[in-house]
């Protein structure tokens, strides 16, 4: 079984969109999960009108609470916080909940014994289907942190799945960005598809994207979404990519079809399948079986 | 999950509190790529042609765009690091108490030696206090940089975290740091937030005196508007709409269901515009390359709004 992992560096690309029809492509032929590690926005499932089958509270979290019994409010916890998540209040030492990491040295220094770690529930893992389509996402409880520990949740339970119906391959949707909920859908991975599009913004956070992933030494492909939007840029991804040994997988034109797919919550090779965006992205399909089969 | 979720009235008051008189906006909005960047841009330049002294500042660290979106090289730089423990071998007693201390178990106690680190540390400091032998010292790990770039009435701070490192929240914390220490002068302060819901986002949202989302009429947009609504309630930051690219096909029920639901209005809508686009790929805010481009009329009234309502 092979996982294959979509990112950006910039959000707002495309990886929902061809992530949902490359997955309504390769279920034709494969046995497929999906999977969304963007646990602060999964959208994902929303392609499918996926029924919600399964969801487990994720306590990936972990806290400091303060027994304000015992607490004589000398400060020193605040003094030790490294991450800014204790301040004073009328002389009562208070925990800012989505930011403590739950490291403990506030409990090293109290010296009444009175603060303690506890797990919390930060979030949680939904598994949805709609016929043939299974979908494992994750989703970052409002207002919580340490959403990488979700996203490595989400992983841990598409792989179950994947290995319960004997699957060939994972699609995991990733979230933008390169921080840490993006470094957790890396890990693991065969192969990452990094979606762009040619604009002068999408390159630069394509170029972080890329350092990280090649940080983690995992093959790394690219897909130019709008393919037309702007020559220059485009030259400019195409030259990058050359530069970097980066396969250029597909360049998909700018296509309406895509808008009015997306208004539809479909996937456009579901909607649209005769549309220039679906036919390209038919192409990329057979490109990366091909790609991920290959002997390393 | 969307909550119904109360936070102390002290923690309130903390994310509240603003170190500087400067009135502070946030633009925000929970999806990917609904135009943040480009409506922080182009009301923070709208604001310069006014007259104002403008500090933006780019507060997505992952992806910091503002600077392309300004065509200008970043400036002025600062470390941002944190603690990266060193085990002196002569001091250690090997008595493993940093070992199991550290709860992302980062370090190793090998057979006969001192301890390593072989983990992710996040630098928390807790393996040096409970060290009965004084034997762990504090070196520095890079986590990133901010920047200051100043033009004429505009200046731009900037955060960036190092590509393959996870700490993005000392980043955050750093970069408001900075701007709360450095920009006492401005007239307003435009905070970008980064994408999503997560505690970077509300580091970065600290301190807002109004917050604007960003959205399209899409499924995807409205749904991820839900999040970042939710979170702007719980944080009693006051919220409104910005609707980009209003006229993509959507579903505007959904949309004004949301709005609603969370009780707040949709300040502006720009439509799609071509001229908005090329002045993107270009580097130049649209407000300043095309003045008579229909959203560069949307984002100056917004502007003169924004700043009749918050600057003296």
Not at chain 1, 211 to 219: A, G, H, L, N
């Amino acid at each position: 079984m092979k996982e294959i992992v979509i990112l950006s560096g910039k959000g707002g690309v495309g990886k929902s969109t061809i992530a949902a029809s490359l997955g309504t492509i390769l279920i034709e032929k494969y046995k497929v999960v999906l999977a969304d590690t963007d646990v602060d926005a999964p959208n994902l499932a929303l392609f499918f009108d996926a029924v919600l089958r399964e969801s487990k509270e994720i306590s990936a979290s972990e806290k400091a609470f303060i027994d304000y019994e015992m607490c004589t409010g000398c400060q020193e916890c605040v003094d030790v916080c490294k991450f800014s998540s204790m301040f004073s209040s009328n002389n009562r030492p208070i925990v800012i909940p989505y930011t403590c990491e739950g490291c403990g040295a506030c409990t090293i220094v109290c010296p009444e014994g009175a603060i303690e770690i506890k797990k919390v529930v930060n979030g949680r893992v939904n598994i949805s289907d709609r016929e043939e389509t299974l979908i494992v996402s994750g989703e970052l409880d409002i207002g919580e942190s340490s959403s990488g520990l979700i996203v490595d949740e989400v992983k841990k339970t598409a792989g179950t799945e994947a290995e319960r119906l004997n699957a060939d391959l994972i699609i995991t949707d990733g979230p933008p960005g390169i921080g840490c909920p993006v470094i957790s859908s890396i890990k693991g991975g065969d192969y990452v598809m990094a979606v762009t599009e040619p604009t002068p913004v999408a390159l630069n956070d394509l170029k972080r994207l890329v350092e990280v992933v090649q940080y983690f030494k995992i093959p790394c492909g690219i897909v130019i979404n709008k393919s037309d939007l702007h020559q220059k840029s485009r030259i400019e991804i195409e030259e990058f990519s050359d530069e970097h040994n980066l396969i250029l997988l597909s360049e998909i034109p700018y296509d309406i079809s895509v808008a009015k797919s997306i208004a539809k919550a479909r996937p456009v090779v579901t909607a649209y399948p005769d549309a220039s965006s679906s036919l390209a992205i038919r192409e990329l399909a057979d490109k990366l079986i091909d790609i991920i089969n290959r002997p390393d | 999950m969307l909550m119904e979720k109360r936070l102390e009235a002290c923690i309130l008051k903390a994310i509240h509190k603003r170190p500087v008189e400067v009135p502070v906006i946030a633009v925000t909005g929970g999806k990917g790529g609904v135009g943040k960047s480009t409506v922080a841009v182009n009301i923070s330049e709208a604001l310069v042609q006014m007259g104002y002294r403008v500090a933006l500042v780019d507060a997505d660290v992952d992806a910091p765009d503002d600077h392309i979106l300004l065509n200008i090289t970043l400036k002025c730089p600062l470390d941002v690091a944190v603690t990266l423990p060193v085990i002196n071998d002569e001091k250690c007693t090997k008595c493993r108490k940093c070992v199991d201390i550290c709860r992302r178990h980062a370090l190793f106690q090998p057979r006969d030696g001192s301890p390593i680190l072989i983990g992710e540390c996040n630098g928390c400091e807790a393996c040096i206090l409970v060290c009965p032998a004084d034997a762990i010292e504090r070196s520095k790990r890079m986590v990133g940089k901010t920047y200051k770039n100043g033009t004429n009435n505009l200046t731009l701070f900037t955060g960036e975290l190092i590509p393959g490192v996870e700490e993005s929240s000392f980043v955050v914390n750093a970069l408001k740091a900075r701007v709360f220490d450095e920009a006492k002068d401005s007239d307003i302060i435009i905070i970008d937030t980064s994408p999503g819901t997560h505690c970077n986002v509300i580091n970065a949202l600290k301190g807002s005196c109004e917050a604007f989302a960003v959205t399209e009429p899409t499924p995807l947009g409205i749904h991820d508007l839900k999040r970042i609504l939710n979170l702007l309630q719980v944080l009693h930051i006051k919220a409104d709409v910005i609707l980009n690219r209003s006229d993509l096909p959507g579903v505007r029920g959904q949309l004004e269901s949301v709005i609603k639901a969370y009780n707040t209005k949709v300040s502006v809508e720009i439509p799609m515009d071509d001229l908005l686009v090329k002045s993107y790929v270009e580097g130049v805010p649209v407000v300043r390359m095309y003045p008579e481009a229909e959203s560069s009329k949307r984002i100056s009234r917004l502007s003169k709004e924004i700043a009749a309502k918050y600057i003296k």
